[in-house]
């Protein structure tokens, strides 16, 4: 089976990761597989930025293609916030205490003016490759309490209009048919086939 590498420690992430890949053919490999002792800090001020920084870091080091995720949580009423800094709005991968401080801080705001999406940038590097990425969205709407035990992050507080529940009452394969990361992987998928011939 073909291996495709993703730049990640996020096990939430690499669930969904294989939700979309496996069915392609491609089996997820890791850092946690290929460089589990590797941190990388992530300096930039955009997805796009820190997705690019992981994939090639990881890419240069390989000496392979590999695949980096930076996503997060954009709410309206908090003017974009968490953003970028989604994984440590309120502590470091702490995904209790930072879906606290989102309820915390929507306190009192209306149902229609807590809309949000989930933003997902894609970045494939390789070690003779200009690096591409793409981008994926999900629309949705904060709750007022937690529902579902599926997914990682925010995903509990995370209503999914068009599916009538929370994205942590889905199942992966729902979850990746209408996710930001789902809509991005997708994007990329029709390209690698090309990108994983060129390293065989
Ligand atoms: O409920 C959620 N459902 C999702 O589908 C989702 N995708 C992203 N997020 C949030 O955004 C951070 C990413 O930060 P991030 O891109 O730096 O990733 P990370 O630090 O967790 O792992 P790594 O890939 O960098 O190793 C995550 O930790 C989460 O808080 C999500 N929350
Ligand atoms: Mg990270």
Redesign the pocket.
């Known amino acids: 089976m073909k291996q495709v590498v993703i730049a990640?420690?996020?096990k939430g992430?690499a669930k969904?990761f294989e939700a979309i890949f496996g069915p392609l053919g491609f089996e997820v490999v890791t850092l946690f597989d290929v460089a589990p002792d590797l941190d990388i800090e992530?300096t930039g001020t955009t997805f796009e930025e820190?997705a690019i920084l992981?994939a090639e870091t990881v890419a240069k080091l390989l000496g392979k293609i590999v695949i980096a995720?930076?996503?997060?949580?954009q709410i309206d009423a908090l003017n974009g916030e968490p953003g970028v800094y989604?994984?440590r709005y309120a502590g470091d991968?702490d995904?209790e205490a930072?879906m606290q401080k989102v309820l915390k801080n929507l306190e009192g705001v209306k149902v229609e003016e807590r809309t949000a999406r989930?933003y997902?940038a894609l970045a494939i590097a390789g070690p003779n490759q200009v690096t591409t990425t793409v981008f994926g969205t999900c629309e949705g709407v904060i709750l007022t309490e937690k529902r579902g035990t599926n997914?990682?992050?925010?995903?509990p507080i995370?209503f999914v209009p068009q599916l009538n529940k929370a994205?942590a009452e889905l199942t992966p394969a729902e979850k990746g048919a209408i996710?930001?990361?789902g809509n991005a992987i997708r994007l990329l998928a029709d390209q690698l086939p090309t990108w994983v011939s060129e390293v065989e």
Do not use: I, P
């Not at 995720?69 to 949580?73: E, I, P, V, Y």
């Open positions: 990640t420690k996020n992430k969904d992530e820190n992981k995720d930076d996503s997060g949580l989604s994984a991968h995904d930072n989930f997902c997914g990682f992050g925010y995903d995370f994205m996710s930001h990361r």
